[in-house]
């Protein structure tokens, strides 16, 4: 795989260590759960589909430690549609063996969140017992995302493609996504900026959207609903305060 050049810094060392990913050999234990379903569903109910992140840690600097099977059940009895599993090693201090037990304890879906750019992680995810992975559209070519969507889809797995801008948005539009997450934070600068989403919402198109990164609150929420966003990644405000999840899914 060639490394577009603006992939600089850390981000290109994420990608080359995610080349380099070991496998797992594990065997699935669980049946797939869809992301997709649980999202119309949750606001069928009324209720704001917040995807709850495990996240030790972060290149912006955060660092939060938690029991993991605490959280992600906490999680699951308090409504969240779905959880989202950091396995990157390096900088999120996160693992495979950290998904595997949160997609043990759990009956509702479980993203695994990694900077994925090969097949082989994708076996890992289904292995592992994720229902979804994260495909980041700025790392990849056009060619390689679409590949790796269907790659994804013919274990049932479904994919969160993440854009920052319109020109990833019309590739991940191209490449038939479904599910669509918007993030405000800037992954070369690591600045997050809440107008990112705003501006993209109304050209997502029939996709779900899904906002990510950078939520502290209920005036978030209601804010990138009025302008169309249907589900939401929590990461940080949710490991400082995981009780937090109650106020976000009744916005
Ligand atoms: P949060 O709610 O913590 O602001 O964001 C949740 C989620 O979008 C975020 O954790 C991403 O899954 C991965 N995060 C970061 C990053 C990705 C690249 C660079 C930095 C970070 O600092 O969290």
Redesign the pocket.
């Known amino acids: 795989m060639r490394l577009p050049r603006y992939l600089q810094g850390w981000l290109s060392e994420v990608v080359a260590l995610s080349m380099r990913r070991s496998h797992v050999n594990v065997n699935r234990e669980r049946p797939l759960f869809s992301l997709y379903s649980a999202i119309i569903k949750t606001k069928a109910r009324g209720l704001t589909p917040v995807i709850a992140?495990f996240?030790r840690s972060?290149?912006?600097g955060?660092s939060q430690e938690r029991d993991l099977l605490q959280y992600v059940k906490f999680m699951e009895e308090n409504s969240a549609v779905g959880i989202?599993i950091?396995t990157e090693e390096k900088y999120f201090k996160g693992s495979y063996q950290d998904l595997l037990k949160a997609a043990r304890a759990v009956k509702i879906p479980v993203l695994m969140?990694d900077f994925i750019v090969t097949e082989s992680q994708i076996d890992d995810a289904y292995q592992l017992g994720a229902d979804a992975v994260l495909l980041i559209v700025r790392l990849l070519t056009r060619r390689e995302l679409c590949g790796l969507m269907n790659y994804a889809k013919t274990f049932g797995l479904e994919s969160l493609v993440e854009v920052h801008d319109e020109s990833d948005l019309e590739i991940a539009s191209s490449c038939g996504a479904r599910i669509v997450g918007l993030?405000s934070?800037d992954?070369s600068t690591?600045t997050?900026n809440l107008e990112t989403p705003l501006k993209l919402l109304p050209k997502v198109g029939n996709a779900l959207k899904v906002v990510?990164?950078?939520?502290s609150g209920r005036e978030d929420l209601s804010k990138f609903k009025e302008a169309g966003a249907d589900s939401f990644?929590?990461?940080?405000?949710l490991m400082k305060d995981p009780s937090k999840i109650k106020e976000l899914i009744s916005v």
Do not use: D, H, Q, T
């Open positions: 992140e996240k972060s290149p912006s955060f989202s950091l969140k993030n934070r992954l690591l997050v990510e990164s950078g939520i990644l929590v990461g940080s405000a």
